[in-house]
Structures are given as C-alpha cells and as structure tokens.
C-alpha cells in the first residue's frame, strides 16, 4: 500500500511538472504529507536531524517572510521532481545487471596487471565504467574483489589503493552524467542546459582522470603476483557499455528538443524507456522487467526515504527564506567580491567540504550556497557557478566521514572514515582548484 500511495503521488507529480499545472502541484504538496511523515521515521538519523532542522528553522522564519497561507503547500512539493528522478534511477542498475555487465569484473580489473600502478588504473577505470549505470552499488562488489585478490599487500597499501582508485573514479565518473541526482540538482538550480554545460565537465573529468592515472607510473608500483588468466563470463563488451552512453545523452537532447521539456523530466522520461529498449535489442526484456519492478519496489519501499524528506524539508525552507531579507543581509560582506568572481568560485568547495565534515549531505549545500551566492554570480557567470556546484558536491563523495559511500568503503576496508578523508582530501582540493583554472583559461 505504501509503495503504491508513493508511486501514485510521484506519478502526479511528474504530470503536473510536465502540463505546468500549479493545482496539480499544489494538491502534491498536500498529498506528500503523509509520505514526509512516514519516511521521517523509516529515515537514518542523520537525514532526520537535517530535516528537522530545515523544518523549524524554516517555521522560525515564516513570520518575517513575506509568503501567504495558500502557497505554503506548493513548497513541499517544489523539490518532488528530484525524489521521482531518485525512484526511477535504479532501473539503469537492473538493465546492467540483467545483461551481465557485472561478470567482468575480475577481467577488466587484473588482465595483465602486474603492478599495484597497474590495478590502481585498471581498478580506477573499471569504476569510471560501471559507475555511471549502477552509482555506488557497484562499489562493494570492486572493493570486495580488490580487497580479496590484494591480499599479499601490506593493509595500508592496499586500503590506500582501494580508497583512492574507486572513490575518486566515483567522482570522475558522475561529474558529467546526467543520470546523477547531483548534476541534475545543479541544473535545476541554474537553470542551466546540460549541453553547455558537458565540454567543461568532460574536460574536466578527461583532465583529472588523467592525473590519477599518471600518479601511480610516477610513483611507480610494487609487483604482484596475480593469475591474470581471466575471461568474460557471459558479460557484454566495454564498447557497448560506451555506445549506450552516447545513445541516452543523444536522445536525452534529441526528446527534450521534441518534446520541449526540462532536462530533468527528459531524463525521468527517457530512463525506463531507454532501459527497456536496451534489454530488448540483447533479448532480455522479460528478465529486465521481473528485475526492474523488483528494483522500483525495494526503492519505493527503503531507499527513497531519505531523500524525500532531504528534498521536502530543502523545499520548505528555501521556499521561505528567499521571501526573507535574511538573505540580502547575508550576502552584502559576499558584495565586496563582485569584482573577483572567481575568489567566490574557490569559496564554493571550501563552503561544501567544510559542511561535509560535520555531515551536511552536498544536496543540502549546494541549496543553501546557492541561495547566498546566486545573486552575484549567476547573471555573469552561469556555467562557471553550475560546473562548480557539481564539481563540489561530486568532490565530497570522496572524503566526507558521514558520507554513505565513504562509510561503505570504510566498512569494506575496515579502516576509520576519517583516515579515508585524509587520504582523499588532497584530490577534492586539486579537483576544486583545476576546475576554476580550467573555468578560467577556457571562458
């Protein structure tokens, strides 16, 4: 009953966005109360505490704003876009798992790797390949074969090859994908296209994969004693895992230009209807559907939660405060920088990493950088302030200690979160710094 209220309130969610209907949108609002309730308490605690605190902090506020009574229900449903994009995103991890992409595993990582230089790059790249159709989930079956097959290394060596290879690629992968709930966040906020917008974030994910790539030979590496005797088990091939790439950022421009839709109801769109036309070219269309209703069930049922009472909280709260002059007292220091644009750039990572640190989801930051910087930067600089909230909020999957993907890995490695933010600290701040200089040799 639950996941099915869920779906029903989504689906009317995404009509309204799509026919612009501000009834539909309001009557949302309503109906996704009880969804907010029910989610608070299946939530982890901190999702919870972030919630909360953007609910009373935007009730605190709600007296000094200027918002009338019959607006207040649309604010919960302003952000309901970005939970019915979370809820269909895992039907790109069944469409992988069901053409059994994830058998390759052992042959992509340790063919002829000799080297931990050379499992470093392999395990850097297979993450870089995967990721941006199965996100994290991917995660634990790399950093598991890894864990495993590195055994003869000293446990420093081998959790620094694990901690660095699969989560910077994590972040190398998604910066550019527009399956990624925080491209597509930065978009939403912006209002930016995503086509601009993808020579910056290629360049940058090109420049930086580079780097990792080179500091292992530069390094040079300790020799391995692996069997390097793998084959495909029955798994598709690396050009077709890139040729469906292309494939969905073409028809994600082609549809949105047809349809004259925002870049994220295309990409809600095209998501299903792109996995199942892939699984049905393979003749694996019967085995995608039992696999993609058992995916949509289990995130309707545990993995939305979260997410839903971030985005409904972040909704209420944004809504209010941009209707306060609390901003504008906030923002008159910031004023002084208007001429040195690109100092307030630099400040946007320190601001999302800072906020990482005492557990902030990037999400959340990015809202509220937003709401402070968006009146200086974005008129001049749209694509600069777009690329650096992803780059940013990208940036602290790598190093966050409350982060799940960071708290994964330290779980798989049995190592201290924090050790893992150490570790990868140093490439979120280079992440940062070449993205502005990048952002400034190429205007």
Not at 179 to 204: C, D, K, R
Not at 421 to 427: A, E, I, R, S, Y
């Amino acid at each position: 009953m639950q996941r099915l209220y869920y779906a029903i309130v989504l689906s009317i969610v995404f009509i309204g966005l799509a026919l612009e209907s501000t009834l539909l949108l309001s009557l949302c609002g309503i109906l996704s109360l009880p969804m907010f309730f029910y989610s608070f308490y299946r939530s982890n605690r901190l999702f919870k505490g972030m919630g909360l605190a953007f609910l009373v902090i935007g009730a605190v506020l709600l007296p000094f704003s200027t918002i009338s009574f019959n607006e207040l229900p649309q604010l919960f449903s302003s952000n309901l876009t970005l939970v019915v994009f979370v809820a269909i995103v895992p039907l790109m991890q069944a469409a992988i798992e069901t053409l059994y992409y994830d058998r390759n595993v052992n042959a992509w990582l340790f063919t002829r790797a000799n080297t931990t230089g050379k499992v470093e790059n392999r395990a850097l790249l297979t993450t870089y390949g995967f990721v941006p159709f199965m996100n994290f989930s991917i995660l634990p079956l790399l950093q598991n074969t890894l864990n495993d097959h590195l055994s003869e290394l000293p446990k420093k060596t081998r959790n620094s090859i694990i901690s660095k290879s699969t989560l910077r690629a994590y972040a190398l992968a998604l910066v550019w994908m527009p399956m990624e709930i925080m491209v597509v966040t930065a978009i939403g906020l912006t209002g930016e296209s995503y086509f601009s917008l993808l020579p910056y974030l290629l360049l940058l994910s090109v420049t930086m994969t580079i780097i990792e790539m080179v500091r292992p030979r530069v390094l040079k590496g300790t020799s391995l004693n692996l069997i390097n005797d793998y084959t495909n088990a029955k798994g598709r091939s690396k050009g077709s895992l890139v040729t469906a790439v292309v494939v969905f950022l073409l028809l994600v421009t082609l549809i949105g230009e047809w349809l004259e839709l925002s870049f994220l109801l295309t990409v809600i769109l095209l998501i299903p209807l792109f996995s199942y036309t892939w699984t049905l070219l393979f003749g694996k269309s019967k085995p995608f559907i039992a696999n993609g209703q058992s995916a949509l069930g289990k995130q309707l049922k545990t993995g939305i939660h979260p997410f839903l009472v971030l985005f409904m909280s972040l909704g209420w709260f944004t809504g209010i405060l941009n209707q306060t002059e609390l901003l504008t007292i906030v923002q008159e220091p910031l004023r002084a920088f208007e001429e040195h644009p690109y100092v307030l750039l630099l400040l946007i990572p320190l601001s999302f990493y800072s906020l990482a640190l005492i557990g902030i989801h990037p999400i959340a930051s990015m809202v509220l950088v937003h709401e402070i910087v968006a009146p200086i930067l974005q008129p001049g600089m749209p694509i600069e302030l777009t690329v650096m909230y992803i780059v940013s909020a990208l940036a602290t999957f790598t190093m966050s200690p409350y982060g799940i993907v960071v708290t994964m890995t330290a779980r798989h490695t049995n190592q201290n979160p924090y050790r893992i933010m150490l570790t990868n600290l140093p490439f979120a701040l280079l992440f940062g710094v070449i993205a502005v200089g990048l952002l400034i040799l190429i205007p």
